[in-house]
Each structure stands twice: as structure tokens, then as C-alpha cells.
């Protein structure tokens, strides 16, 4: 539905955005709930697992501080819970500004560990078309 530059942009009804909304905010959602239980997990091995060490570059090894660890797993599930709100908000065309930076959070690979591979492509798509301006009419429209 592109319109010329110029044109005034058309306008489409809360199910028309919905329709073209619901496939990447129910995939965003499904995968922040499995990141969620991920992150769970992390918290579970970080907070009663054996240390976690690197490699120093010398021949040696670094442990990494629990603290860090502990909260790194925090924000990553708080930020996942804020991405799967952010997906139902998105699928219901509402609070739009709240649906487009679930988007941006859920393609930070901090938010999503390795798999950023499977939410950026769905976090890009509901840019794109959060952007639209006929879509944030239809959820201003649904606002009133």
C-alpha cells in the first residue's frame, strides 16, 4: 500500500494494521517468552554453576564476576518481558510507540543472545511497518 509522495497517505482500519502486524508480533512474542525461560535458566546454572572463566591471552584464565553475570540475565528477561508486552501491544494496534521500541530492543543481541539471528528479521519487518504512516493512523484512529 505505498503512496506517492505527496499523496495523502490512505487510511487503513486497526484490522487492516493488525492484519499486516500479527505475523512478526506473534513471532516476537513466542521468541521473548522462549528468551525468558533461556535467560531462567542462565540465571539458574550463573547463580549455582561452577565459575565461568576465559581465556586471558596468556596462556591463563579470568573468572567472570557473578555479579555481572547474575545481572546481565536479569536485564536480558526483563528486557525480553518488555519485548513480549511491546508484541501484544503490537498485535492489538495499540500504543504504538511502545509496539516500535519493542521492535529496536528485540534486535539489540544483548536482549536476545545468539538468537538475534531469529528476531531481527521479525523486529525489522514490524519497523517497517510500524512506520508506515497508514498504520500509525490506524493506531492513533484506535487510540481515540
Known amino acids: 500500500m505505498y503512496a506517492p509522495p505527496g499523496s495523502p497517505p490512505q487510511v487503513l482500519t486497526p484490522e487492516q494494521a493488525r492484519s499486516q502486524l500479527l505475523f512478526p508480533a506473534i513471532v516476537l512474542a513466542v521468541l521473548s517468552g522462549l528468551l525468558i525461560l533461556v535467560f531462567m535458566f542462565d540465571l539458574l546454572l550463573v547463580g549455582f554453576g561452577d565459575p565461568i572463566r ?16 547474575v545481572a546481565t540475565c536479569i536485564w536480558a528477561m526483563l528486557a525480553n518481558v518488555f519485548n513480549m508486552v511491546a508484541a501484544i501491544q503490537m498485535a492489538r494496534v495499540r500504543w504504538w510507540g511502545v509496539a516500535i521500541a519493542g521492535c529496536i530492543v528485540a534486535a539489540i543481541p544483548l536482549t536476545t543472545s545468539a538468537c538475534c539471528l531469529l528476531t531481527l528479521p521479525f523486529s525489522i519487518w514490524g519497523i517497517v511497518v510500524l512506520l508506515r504512516s497508514e498504520v500509525r493512523e490506524a493506531f492513533r484512529s484506535q487510540a481515540q
Request: without cysteine; negative net charge; glycine residues 18%.
Open 54 to 69: 576465559i581465556p586471558d591471552g596468556s596462556g591463563g584464565t579470568v573468572e567472570l564476576p557473578r555479579a555481572f553475570l
